[in-house]
């Protein structure tokens, strides 16, 4: 047998107390947030935004409760997720710390590193970024270069981080770099993670724009940085394992599926008085696709809970999600029809114009289709 | 009725039914079968593990097992590519059971669609189409609608004219005419009886994808080319990896409409649109990535990968297509307006 299962995502009468709470919470705060802006999704920063998730205990949910967190269900975190991404909510700021530095940190982190950095993730005043690809790495993640050599007075750390996400509004990165020495028989050996403090000497950040013309990704540069001994995380050597450790959290989650949502949402808005046939056909296929995800997706949420490693369900969520967002500016453009514009059909427009520009991402970044495709093919046994 | 299943939990259940499945669908049945005769003794195995009764309660002659985990059993004849009436013979008896009529004994139908004028006297005339083995049934069952509302009636043999079709897939899919036929009011709406039919086509095709990916990436390990199992080839492997995600995300539809079903209440007409929707498209999209793997000896009548094809082609025909379906929910979405979008998708 060969198929995968997603379970039934078990019931959660709690989480759906949580998600009328949620709901009342963004109805009232993002009163005013424009489309336009609703449309970046988990690319939306708003530090004061993220504060108050944090006063309401809605950062770090599942998290003990001596690091910050709420002791509460991966469920209970899936629900929080899926409102505030389906409303637009800016996330950005807290988002890659809460969903994946904070969880690797609660694994791996030493008790110091957790006590220092988990309570202030979970207050929405810590920022984390990703620091994985370079610019000879991409998907072979075994390729890095970027290298941290053990001295006196701790790590001295050369070498370059690119397409580092956030990297500006970030406060940590968790780096992965060779502390050992290249070895073709085991490439996955002698890495190594690192939690490093953005504003030491010897670290820059330089944005690029990509191809909407926004600097949300960045190169951080390591220049003779030194790090503190106890900056390294988890094992010296283990970083291979403990970055694919993260891999479940990173791919399975609503934002793996929602980025398009606003541009769905002003679809509607300019179709609702009239629709015709061909549209509710359309927007039907698209409903059909986000509900049979969003299972899966709550689905991968419960076998967390379960403390399962659903790290093959998670890249199957994300390669299915990725098509759907893609098909949403395309189908959203495709009914779009001409005429004299209105303020709902200027926003749908700004709304189709960003979605569109940012979709080549969404089977890029956190792993590209032909990456997690090799990984579901890999769980079918053929490789 | 015997008890075959005295601990009715779903995992025993479907590999009773799995077993049953592989020892009576034999190639003599098969062949038997695509001439459009009913094997006995294969019909006469499934009704004695009391596969038609699934859906009842256990005091009707049901398992006893949660609605959701009976249908499940639908998933294995689909993944047995079965060509016979079980889906609508369980529906049959579902349906007039929901509606306190008693079923007569033998193998029922249901019939997908009817044109049904009523009488002086109450009794129903008129067409009805697409009831699979409708020509071997003790009685079909129609849902129709009439200006007394829905109704749903039985039609026993003697009061039938068939008209023997096929579906795609060669498997009878007959239409009938009657007349003065008894009818009960029915307590569900023709569209809610339509998404029942369409719950268990769902169903079916969610466990034939299930087969095709596995026998497409066993095909994939065994078949050399260029000195190496095809399987090998990244282009293969992508292509197998997308199929096992349409395998995967058809299953989570179906399931949804299985506990939709089980509920029976207004999330029924969504949460079935979702399943035939997604079941159809990921039929058509896996269907295709299945015969490009498996080359010119999986467009043969020869190998097995023919008898899901076709299944998967007839099953997403019936109760409705992809079209059909996606209006019904697109309709139900753009309705809810931009700001009640989400909440009618996470309603589902």
């Not at chain 1, 075994?142 to 397409?163: C, H, I, M, Q």
């Not at chain 1, 010897?202 to 690029?208: Q, S, Y």
């Not at chain 1, 390669?319 to 029809?337: F, K, M, N, T």
């Not at chain 2, 099953?315 to 059909?324: F, K, L, M, N, Q």
């Amino acid at each position: 047998m060969t198929s995968f299962v997603f379970p039934s995502p078990p019931p959660s009468p709690e989480s759906e107390a949580l998600r009328t709470q949620v709901r009342a919470f963004l109805r009232q705060e993002l009163a005013d947030r424009a489309p336009i802006d609703r449309a970046q999704s988990w690319n939306g920063v708003d530090p004061a935004f993220s504060r108050k998730l944090g006063q309401r205990g809605w950062l770090g949910l599942t998290w003990p409760k001596r690091y910050g967190g709420q002791e509460r269900s991966a469920l209970e975190r899936y629900v929080l997720l899926e409102e505030l991404l389906a409303a637009g909510a800016p996330v950005g700021g807290h988002w890659i710390a809460e969903r994946q530095s904070g969880p690797s940190l609660l694994r791996y982190g030493s008790e110091e590193q957790k006590l220092a950095i988990l309570p202030r993730i979970a207050a929405g005043e810590c920022f984390f970024c990703i620091g994985m690809s370079e610019a000879d790495t991409g998907s072979d993640l075994a390729s890095v270069r970027t290298r941290a050599v053990r001295t006196d007075e701790g790590w001295r750390v050369n070498g370059a981080k690119l397409w580092t996400t956030g990297a500006q509004h970030s406060h940590y990165m968790i780096l992965l770099c060779r502390t050992g020495p290249v070895d073709p028989e085991r490439r996955h050996a002698g890495l190594s993670q690192f939690l490093v403090d953005l504003t030491l000497p010897g670290v820059a950040i330089r944005g690029i724009a990509n191809l909407a013309g926004e600097p949300h990704f960045n190169e951080v540069v390591f220049d003779e940085a030194l790090l503190p001994a106890e900056a390294l995380l988890g094992g010296e050597g283990e970083g291979w394992k403990q970055v694919t450790g993260e891999l479940a959290y990173e791919r399975s989650g609503p934002e793996r599926f929602l980025s398009s949502f606003t541009l769905l949402v002003e679809l509607i808005r300019v179709l609702s008085p009239a629709p015709d046939e061909r549209a509710q056909i359309a927007v039907g296929r698209l409903g059909a696709q986000l509900v049979a995800l969003r299972r899966m997706s709550r689905s991968v949420a419960g076998l967390l809970q379960a403390g399962a490693d659903p790290a093959l369900e998670a890249a199957m969520v994300k390669d299915l999600g990725a098509l759907v967002e893609q098909e949403i500016p395309e189908v959203a453009r495709d009914l779009l029809a001409d005429g004299p514009p209105t303020a709902a059909s200027r926003d749908f427009a700004a709304v189709l114009a960003y979605t569109s520009l940012h979709a080549p991402s969404f089977s890029l970044r956190g792993g590209t289709r032909e990456i997690l495709r090799g990984i579901i093919a890999r769980g079918l046994g053929l490789r | 009725m015997s008890e075959p299943f005295p601990d009715a939990s779903g995992d025993m259940l479907r590999e009773t039914t799995a077993r049953a499945l592989r020892d009576l669908l034999t190639d003599a049945a098969r062949a038997e079968m695509a001439g459009g005769a009913m094997p006995q003794a294969l019909w006469r195995g499934l009704e004695e593990l009391g596969l038609p009764y699934a859906l009842l309660p256990e005091e009707a002659g049901g398992f006893g097992a949660p609605l959701a985990q009976a249908l499940s059993l639908l998933i294995v004849a689909g993944e047995h590519a079965l060509p016979l009436p079980l889906a609508d013979a369980m529906l049959a008896r579902f349906l007039l059971a929901k509606a306190g009529v008693e079923a007569p004994p033998g193998l029922l139908s249901v019939a997908q669609g009817s044109e049904v004028a009523i009488d002086g006297r109450g009794r129903a005339g008129g067409r009805a189409w697409g009831a699979p083995w409708g020509r071997h049934a003790a009685a079909i069952v129609v849902v129709a609608e009439t200006a007394g509302g829905p109704v749903i009636l039985a039609a026993p043999p003697s009061g039938l004219k068939v008209e023997p079709g096929a579906d795609i897939a060669g498997d009878p899919s007959d239409d009938l005419r009657f007349e003065a036929v008894a009818t009960s009011p029915a307590p569900f709406s023709v569209l809610e009886a339509r998404a029942a039919g369409a719950a268990t086509r769902a169903l079916m095709i969610a466990g034939a994808l299930r087969s095709v990916t596995d026998m497409t990436t066993q095909y994939a390990e065994e078949r050399k080319q260029f000195g190496r199992a095809i399987g090998k080839f990244q282009a293969v492997q992508q292509n197998l990896a997308a199929l096992a995600g349409q395998s995967a995300s058809a299953a989570a539809a179906a399931d949804l409409a299985a506990q939709a079903l089980d509920a029976w209440g207004p999330g029924l007409i969504p949460a079935v649109a979702v399943a035939k929707v997604r079941c159809g498209e990921a039929a058509g999209a896996g269907a295709a990535i299945a015969h490009q793997t498996h080359g010119a000896i999986g467009f043969t009548r020869e190998h097995r990968l023919h008898r899901y094809t076709l299944r998967l082609s007839a099953w997403r025909d019936a109760y409705g297509r992809e079209a059909e379906w996606a209006r019904r929910l697109g309709a139900h979405l753009i309705a809810a307006g931009p700001e009640g979008l989400w909440p009618a998708l996470t309603a589902i």
